[in-house]
């Protein structure tokens, strides 16, 4: 797990560490010292602690005048035993949406499992962002399984082109305008 970091190529455009409005903003990162673990697995330095010893995150984008973030996730998703989901929401999303950001991409594709509780800070976060939306890509099978048995993905835009989205070839703002344009038609129906 180790090798595995988070995406990169937009650095250019964007730093979370760089970002006065970011949750992360003046973030240090060592290319050499790991230091955060996933149960007994060493993570990359790249990727951020939200306060879960199971889940981390790279904000890779965020757009302050249109609205939005794309958030890179690793991990386990455990909020039976962790409640992650609490510590995303009250770490990162909260502080997000006091920026004005209330559309989010959830990028799902190194989050390895998820485990379940109830859905309060789902519901919470999903009535905090009013006329936003929360989108999920490229999240495993089994995990949006999961989603919809335990009815979480009522509070996501999930399935169909978002399962397989070819992202890491596009700009963030391509990739919000595909996404967007997704939820639109979906909530739209």
């Known amino acids: 797990m180790h090798d595995i970091e988070p995406y990169y190529r937009w650095r250019e455009l964007y730093l979370a560490e760089e970002d006065d409005r970011s949750p992360f903003f003046g973030k240090e990162y060592s290319e050499f010292f790991f230091s955060d673990?996933?149960?007994?697995?060493?993570?990359?330095?790249?990727?951020?602690?939200?306060?879960?010893?199971?889940?981390?995150?790279?904000?890779?984008?965020?757009?302050?005048?249109?609205?939005?973030?794309?958030?890179?996730?690793?991990?386990?998703?455990?909020?039976?035993?962790?409640?992650?989901?609490?510590?995303?929401?009250?770490?990162?999303?909260d502080h997000l949406i006091e920026e004005g950001i209330n559309q989010f991409i959830l990028i799902g594709?190194?989050?390895?499992?998820?485990?379940?509780?109830?859905?309060?800070?789902?519901?919470?976060?999903?009535?905090?962002?009013?006329?936003g939306w929360i989108a999920t890509l490229n999240f495993r099978e089994h995990i949006m399984e999961e989603f919809s048995r335990e009815n979480i993905d009522q509070y996501f835009v999930t399935?169909?082109?978002?399962?397989?989205?070819?992202?890491?070839?596009?700009?963030?703002?391509?990739?919000?305008?595909?996404?967007?344009?997704?939820?639109?038609?979906?909530?739209s129906l």
Do not use: C
């Not at 594709?109 to 006329?131: A, K, M």
């Open 109 to 131: 594709e190194n989050v390895l499992n998820y485990h379940p509780s109830d859905d309060s800070y789902y519901e919470e976060w999903y009535e905090d962002i009013e006329e």
């Open 37 to 93: 673990v996933i149960y007994n697995h060493v993570i990359h330095p790249q990727w951020d602690n939200i306060g879960s010893t199971t889940l981390f995150l790279k904000i890779i984008y965020a757009d302050y005048e249109i609205g939005f973030a794309i958030i890179e996730l690793m991990g386990e998703w455990n909020d039976t035993l962790y409640n992650d989901i609490q510590a995303l929401k009250r770490n990162i999303i």
């Open 159 to 187: 399935g169909g082109k978002l399962n397989d989205m070819a992202w890491r070839t596009r700009q963030p703002a391509e990739v919000y305008k595909l996404v967007e344009a997704l939820v639109t038609k979906r909530l």
